[in-house]
């Protein structure tokens, strides 16, 4: 079973349009961060998150562990948003982050 | 700030051939990770490890060997490539249980004869 489930798969989007990305995990964990990927690019943490709500900039994360679920709200989008935004979860204390699949962000002009 | 190398970052190799791949780091972190990400995929784990010579299984460790000789590099060897395989293979590193501080490498692009 993927410990980590990511919805949706893609999502095609208007400039300044708003962006919510969900992400469920299988098991308890208190470690959640996104992280996201330019197409060809290098791997970058966006927000570390493991409960409630975090706020960087334009992308707010809401995690809430008892329903084992975070969520990556991206606001007024951006064509240099496109890329694909992981989720990733460590099973409590193993070291293993574990990541989901991934949504694919195209931001349209 | 730091930065994470692997070499090389192409590699492309013959069916049955073993293959190794590099990474080093200069944050002085403890713990060094090997993740495999394959088209439209996540990224799975192969190896990590918390501290030189120190190594531990992950989810797809089966085919692959690591190691961890010192503190700064972490190695990665395809014991046996498979024919048509083509996949990225990423190196990370973070502080021992503080995981907002992991950092990724460019990766090593893999494909096989």
């Known amino acids: 079973e993927q410990q980590v489930q990511q919805s949706p798969a893609s999502l095609v989007l208007q400039e300044a349009e708003n962006a919510e990305l969900q992400c469920s995990f299988s098991?308890?964990?208190?470690?959640v961060q996104w992280f996201y990927q330019r197409p060809g690019g290098r791997l970058v943490s966006l927000l570390y998150?493991?409960?409630g709500t975090k706020q960087s900039g334009r992308l707010t994360s809401t995690t809430v562990i008892k329903e084992r679920r975070s969520s990556l709200h991206i606001s007024s989008s951006q064509i240099t948003d496109s890329g694909t935004y992981l989720c990733?979860?460590?099973?409590?204390?193993?070291?293993?982050?574990?990541f989901g699949d991934g949504t694919v962000l195209t931001v349209k002009p | 700030g730091g930065i994470i190398t692997q070499t090389p970052k192409f590699l492309i190799g013959q069916e049955g051939q073993k293959l190794t791949l590099k990474c080093q780091q200069n944050?002085?972190?403890?713990?060094m990770y090997w993740y495999r990400q394959d088209s439209g995929k996540g990224l799975r784990l192969i190896y990590y490890?918390?501290?030189?010579?120190?190594?531990q299984k992950g989810d797809l460790s089966e085919g692959y060997d690591a190691s961890r000789e010192k503190k700064s590099s972490f190695s990665l060897t395809v014991t046996s490539a498979q024919k048509n395989e083509m996949a990225v293979f990423l190196c990370?590193?973070?502080?021992?249980?503080?995981?907002?501080?992991?950092?990724f490498g460019a990766g090593t692009r893999l494909s096989v004869l």
């Open positions: 990733a979860m460590e099973p409590a204390n193993t070291g293993k982050l574990t």
């Open positions: 490890s918390i501290t030189e010579n120190d190594l």
């Open positions: 944050f002085n972190h403890d713990t």
């Open positions: 098991i308890f964990t208190n470690q």
């Open positions: 990370a590193s973070s502080i021992l249980e503080v995981q907002n501080t992991l950092y």
């Open positions: 998150n493991p409960s």
